[in-house]
């Protein structure tokens, strides 16, 4: 008797077991197909288990890749459909020549190779010598504008002071005694670049006499646009002729200033029958001794 009742007990325990085991097996199935049917997994699910229970294989993963690894750096599980039983699927340039990233100035170097992950062992080069460095620019003088910073380039973003307004002006040198000077330019020490005036030798033959009639000009040679000043001394009915033959005085002597001179051009001074002549010419410079 006592026999038949634990037959009747195991008999029991067994189709409860089966029927557990049943249902698990029914659920487990419909709880997959909710999953697949509503949304893929993340990337980095983890198994109920944990960690050492693996990461659950998205959906969209084929079934002969293995898809989970444990990242130590991040200390994480990790997830990729591009994980192979011998090591990562690397990117399709991986070898492949490629440049760095830009440097500051967007400079990069050509000397590397793309590596398993699609990034490039180059490194980008050094910025150029004295980038961003403090500067200031000055003008010709040296004049200090406002501070900046060395760019690319290698020029200061600073500002630059205007010229001194008297700067690379006009100017003469000391005439010597017949009039005659050199033409410069003015400097930052506000002095003149020509320093001298021309030789004494430049003086002759620049003024005529001829029988007691005498026509000069001072000075005879003048900056583009200058003037300069005819004197005369003459005897009886005298007139004094432009270069265009136009009578422009008619006096026995006097002085007349002339100008602007732009070409060279003779004046002629005429008294009873005789004649003196000077030219006047525009001169950028003479040559300083």
Request: hydrophobic residues 25%; negative net charge.
């Amino acid at each position: 008797m006592k026999s038949d009742s634990r037959d009747h007990m195991g008999n029991y325990v067994a189709l409860i077991f089966s029927i557990f085991i049943i249902f698990a097996v029914g659920a487990f199935s419909d709880g997959n197909a909710s999953l697949n049917n509503y949304r893929e997994l993340s990337y980095s699910s983890i198994s109920p288990s944990g960690e050492r229970g693996g990461s659950i294989v998205p959906a969209s993963c084929e079934s002969n890749v293995i898809h989970g690894w444990f990242d130590v750096a991040t200390q994480q599980m990790m997830v990729s459909c591009n994980y192979t039983v011998n090591g990562p699927v690397c990117d399709p340039s991986n070898g492949q020549a490629c440049n760095s990233t830009g440097n500051a100035c967007g400079q990069t170097q050509a000397n590397g190779t793309t590596q398993c992950d699609g990034s490039c062992s180059s490194t980008p080069p050094d910025n150029p010598s004295g980038y961003g460095n403090s500067c200031t620019n000055s003008n010709s003088c040296g004049d200090q504008g406002g501070g900046g910073n060395i760019q690319c380039n290698g020029t200061c973003s600073g500002s630059v002071p205007p010229e001194r307004d008297y700067y690379l002006k006009p100017c003469t040198s000391s005439p010597n005694s017949c009039g005659l000077r050199n033409f410069g330019t003015t400097l930052c020490d506000t002095s003149c670049s020509a320093k001298f005036g021309p030789p004494e030798s430049a003086c002759q033959n620049l003024n005529s006499t001829t029988n007691g009639l005498t026509l000069t000009a001072n000075p005879k040679f003048t900056g583009p646009g200058g003037f300069t000043d005819l004197t005369w001394t003459g005897g009886g009915i005298c007139a004094l002729y432009d270069p265009n033959g136009e009578i422009i005085a008619s006096s026995t002597s006097g002085t007349l200033r002339i100008g602007p001179i732009t070409k060279s051009g003779r004046y002629v001074l005429s008294c009873g029958g005789q004649n003196a002549t000077v030219t006047v010419a525009p001169s950028t410079s003479f040559i300083e001794f």
